[in-house]
């Protein structure tokens, strides 16, 4: 499938898309792709919706900003300049992990462009509670942040998306193809500076877009053995005025790709209700 692209909020974008029907957002997280969502893009093809993966922003083949700019708020701006491109009907967003933070802050911003909100291995930011425990299981907020932090991972060959896929996903036991894709786009000039540029953007106030409530309707999915463990996402729920489902997932961070029939069997569900 090739890439076609899209400009929003000053960013030339590249994006996957499968069938027609109401649009389905599809937004990868770190260490991921957009290629990471074609099994899903599939399954939603076949059941009557227009599927579109966009590679976020820095992500090769997707232009760097020349903004630099990663903060959420800038994320969440992203995502509602897709929809507004891609024909401006509200849609049903569906992130994981960074993708998860940049729909909530584009839910929080405008949620008259949402149908629904699907977030997946990440609580709503506003109610996660910092403890030692969980400090601990994301250090790589850190590691990520630090001066050099790209070029020690082209150093040694990007092995580090290996070890933080295993990490965060105890459970799954992929093989090398699954990080093929992310780690031939962090090997293009700037791609890896823009992937730890998220983290770098971390470190300050809480974004606007996530201090909002969310008004739409919205489902989180949660994996057993993610480092994210259920009571954050218990804890979300005073974030939401609408409806909103936890649905828990076998597996850990990557549940969509760990375990993608029991996950697209989910999905489609929650969707189409």
């Known amino acids: ?124 930011p506003a109610a996660v509670k910092p403890t030692p425990k969980l400090a601990w299981a994301v250090r790589h907020f850190v590691k990520l942040a630090l001066p050099g932090a790209a070029q020690r991972m082209r150093d040694s060959d990007f092995t580090y998306v290996d070890e933080l896929v295993r990490r965060w996903s105890p459970t799954w036991n992929p093989g090398p193809e699954e990080t093929r894709a992310v780690k031939e786009a962090f090997g293009h000039p700037g791609c890896a500076e823009a992937a730890v540029g998220y983290y770098k953007a971390l470190y300050g106030p809480l974004p606007k877009g996530h201090r909002k409530r969310v008004t739409v309707d919205a489902v989180a999915f949660c994996g057993r053995d993610d480092i994210m463990k259920r009571a954050n996402y218990d804890r979300a729920a005073r974030r939401y005025v609408a409806s909103y489902d936890i649905i828990e997932m076998p597996g850990g961070h990557f549940m969509h790709r760990e375990h993608p029939d029991a996950f697209h069997r989910e999905l489609l569900r929650v969707i189409k209700r």
């Open 1 to 124: 499938m090739e890439p076609q692209y899209l400009k929003a909020n000053g960013v030339d974008f590249a994006y996957l898309e499968k069938g027609d029907g109401p649009l389905v957002i599809l937004i990868h997280g770190f260490p991921d792709t957009a290629d990471s969502w074609l099994p899903t893009m599939d399954v939603l093809a076949d059941a009557g919706f227009r599927a579109v993966a966009p590679w976020t922003r820095g992500y090769h083949p997707t232009a760097i900003p020349t903004d630099a700019k990663y903060d959420g708020d800038t994320l969440g701006r992203d995502v509602l300049g897709w929809i507004d491109a891609l024909g401006g009907e509200p849609a049903i967003v569906v992130g994981h992990d960074w993708g998860a933070s940049a729909a909530y802050a584009a839910a929080g911003l405008s949620p008259e462009a949402f149908r629904q909100l699907i977030t997946v291995a990440i609580p709503h």
